[in-house]
């Protein structure tokens, strides 16, 4: 705006000038004519007077210009530039006169004097010619006064409009520059703070609607998409933040998050020679429920878990889900390690309490893991490996309980794990073998079917014995592959013995309840049948009582498939679970197992001896072929004999026998029913 002030101001002067000097040069150019036609008709007029040297008469000549005011002073001059006559109007001052006989030019006819500085000493004059001889000239002063106050009155009107001018550009200029600058000032001043602070929420101010106002409803409309961009980057910022810390599911800290707080709180409490907690809560048996109940009620359970975890520690405590079933508390600023015992007792009560899900009842444990800093260990990672190994030990002792780390739990711990290891591998080296323990009839004490009990003899650890590994498989999920394998090779070694034409008898396989769940385990049974080419009638599936008694509608529809295709169902450790009569007719089963645990003790132990009784009573009302295993006595022998049992298994007849030295009792087996028919 000041350029624009400056160009107007230098415009109007430069005008102005112009006008000024177009009138001096008017005014000028007007008293030249004027004054030289008046000295050539003083010329005209004075030349006879000057011929004959007739002062007088060229006096009154000039005397007669005395009406003029524009003339201050006239003189003739004669060509030697002697003073003929003059004239001096009234008033005039002659020592300021500037008029003389020695200073008429060479020229005919002209002016001199300063008139462009509004000077006084401004001349005309006239030559004098008679025949072509110069006789003399006249020589004549204006009078300045008159012409003057008029330039200066001139002058102070052009200074006035001048003035005038220039506010009028001036006022004009503010409201421009508040029509114009002041918008666009603010706009950049705005643009100016949006770019320092970074806050896209600003705004500029609208006050016109011409193209100024539409600029600043372009710039504020870009602000506003700047800042929903801004928004959506921040929200997706903090989601991502949020994914990278917190579980996306029950919304408690995960794994990074909760390492990184306890790596403050480890030094903390370093500092302040204070103990923290480290507790690892691992959910018992949850795969079951996701297995009967599906993942979406899983997870409902899990967040339900998360939210009872929360209301039970303190503010500066931490709980985290660490994955799947799993979490993890942390609890800094401890006085006395046992306050954390009272904290996981709290746990595992509320946990342990009836949950409402989608309708539903549903009851579940949990088995606790805790270690202390600095007593057990000093870093992250060695807390959580000590609280998840001490996690597993309550699992192992029972489950629903909790347990103190201690070092020798960390030897258990390695060795499991180096079990585990080898158990991965145990598959992919061939290492499983099947051992097979035959059942006898009662009556005659022949072979009637045997069961196929798998083994591993490690190449460098020796034989280890199912229950060792097979918990193991289950807790890892190897126990899936494992029972297939399993199948296979019994299917595979009846197609052996039918193929040596030996005897055959139905071999029974034992199937986990996790593997019994999976949705296409009839589908595998029936594709390893058709593979191997053994009919269904020779393969009987071993289920235990409490593998039937979760979602037993699902297990119905299971056991239906299988029994359509002829296979034999029967329902192991029986005794041990909680199945009543009327659940139980509901399977399509054909035999019942009595467990061990009663036939040991049935001829020392009446209430052994009752139950025994009371499970071969309840197989014959249904209809179902009775069989007892661990049979080791003849007086188990003879109490179950006289109760009516059918068959039974166990080291009386016949320890379990590797396929060749089984096959070897088959052959004895066979000899003795044909001498005893003969």
């Known amino acids: ?104 030019p060479a020229e005919a006819a002209g002016d001199a004097g300063a008139l462009w500085g509004l000077s006084k000493e401004v001349r005309i004059w006239k030559r004098i010619v008679v025949d072509g001889t110069h006789i003399g000239t006249v020589v004549i002063q204006p009078n300045m006064q008159g012409h003057i106050k008029k330039l200066n009155l001139f002058f102070a009107i052009a200074a006035l409009v001048l003035l005038a001018a220039f506010l009028i550009a001036y006022f004009m200029s503010m409201k421009l520059q508040s029509l114009i600058s002041v918008p ?47 928004e959506a980057l921040r929200q ?87 994955g799947g079933d799993e979490f993890t508390i942390l609890l800094p600023n401890l006085e006395d390690p046992e306050k954390a015992s009272l904290v996981a007792q709290k746990i595992l009560q509320n946990i342990s309490e009836v949950y409402q899900v989608e ?37 192992n002792n029972g489950r629903n309980v909790f ?22 591998h145990a598959l992919e080296r061939n290492e499983f073998v099947l051992y097979y323990q035959p059942r006898i009839n009662i009556a005659d004490r022949c072979i009637t079917s045997m069961e196929a009990l798998i083994r591993w003899p490690h190449p460098e650890k020796g034989m280890i014995m199912p229950d060792r590994f097979i918990p193991l498989a289950e807790e890892t999920g190897l126990i899936v592959p494992i029972g297939e394998w399993v199948i296979r090779a019994a299917c595979l070694q009846i197609r052996k013995w039918q193929t040596q034409g030996n005897p055959l008898f139905p071999v029974a396989v034992n199937v986990s309840a996790y593997q019994f769940r999976r949705k ?16 269904p009638a020779l393969l009987e599936i071993e289920l235990t009582e409490s593998a039937i008694m979760k979602d ?7 056991l239906k498939e299988l029994n359509s295709l002829g296979i034999i169902i029967s329902i192991d450790d029986f005794g041990t679970g909680y199945s009543s009569l009327s659940q139980l007719k509901r399977f399509p089963i054909d035999s019942l197992k009595i467990d061990r645990s009663f036939i040991a003790n049935a001829t020392t132990n009446a209430d052994d001896r009752a139950i025994v009784i009371a499970i071969i009573s309840m197989a014959h009302s249904l209809g179902l072929n009775i069989i007892a295993e661990g049979v080791e006595t003849e007086m188990q022998l003879a109490l179950l004999s006289a109760q009516g049992c059918q068959e039974m298994q166990g080291y009386l007849f ?16 066979r000899e003795r029913k044909i001498q005893k028919n003969n």
């Open 184 to 230: 666009i000032m603010r706009l950049a001043e705005t643009m100016k703070k949006v770019s320092e602070e970074k806050d896209y929420s600003l705004r500029t101010e609208k006050t016109s609607k011409d193209e100024i106002g539409s600029l600043i409803d372009g710039f504020n409309e870009m602000l506003t998409e700047v800042e929903e961009r801004d």
């Open 403 to 424: 347990q103190f780390f201690s070092r020798e739990m960390n030897v258990k711990m390695m060795n499991r794990l180096d079990l585990q290891n080898n158990l991965r």
């Open 552 to 558: 037993v509608d699902s297990v119905i529809k299971v």
């Open 1 to 104: 705006m000041t350029i624009i002030l400056l160009t107007s101001g230098v415009v109007l002067c430069l005008t102005s000038a112009a006008f000024i000097i177009n009138e001096m040069a008017t005014f000028r150019r007007t008293i030249s004519e004027e004054l030289l036609s008046l000295a050539d008709i003083i010329g005209n007029n004075s030349s006879a007077a000057i011929m004959f040297n007739d002062k007088k008469a060229a006096q009154e000549t000039l005397n007669s210009i005395s009406a003029n005011p524009r003339v201050l002073a006239a003189r003739i001059v004669t060509k030697d530039g002697e003073l003929f006559v003059e004239y001096l109007a009234p008033g005039a001052d002659r020592s300021r006169l500037k008029i003389g006989a020695e200073e008429a």
């Open 236 to 322: 997706h910022q903090d989601h991502l933040q949020r994914l990278a810390h917190f579980d996306d599911l029950t919304g408690l800290p995960n794994r990074a998050l909760y390492c990184d707080r306890l790596s403050q709180a480890l030094f903390q409490a370093d500092r302040a020679t204070q103990k923290v907690a480290v507790m690892f809560v691992d959910l018992d048996c949850f795969k079951d429920i996701n297995d009967t109940s599906g993942h979406r009620v899983g997870d409902l359970l899990l967040k339900d878990v998360a939210a009872r975890l929360q209301t039970i520690v303190r503010v500066s405590d931490t709980v985290a889900r660490m």
């Open 359 to 395: 309708g539903n009842d549903i009851y579940i444990t949990a088995s606790a893991g805790i270690t202390i800093f600095p007593d057990d260990g000093k870093t992250v990672d060695d807390l959580l490996k000590n609280a998840d190994t001490a996690m597993y030990h309550a699992k």
């Open 654 to 669: 016949s320890k379990p026998l590797p396929p060749d030295l089984l096959t070897q009792l088959l052959h004895d087996d």
């Open 520 to 535: 296409n385990f009839t589908e595998t049974v029936t594709e390893i049948l058709e593979e191997t080419g053994v009919s």
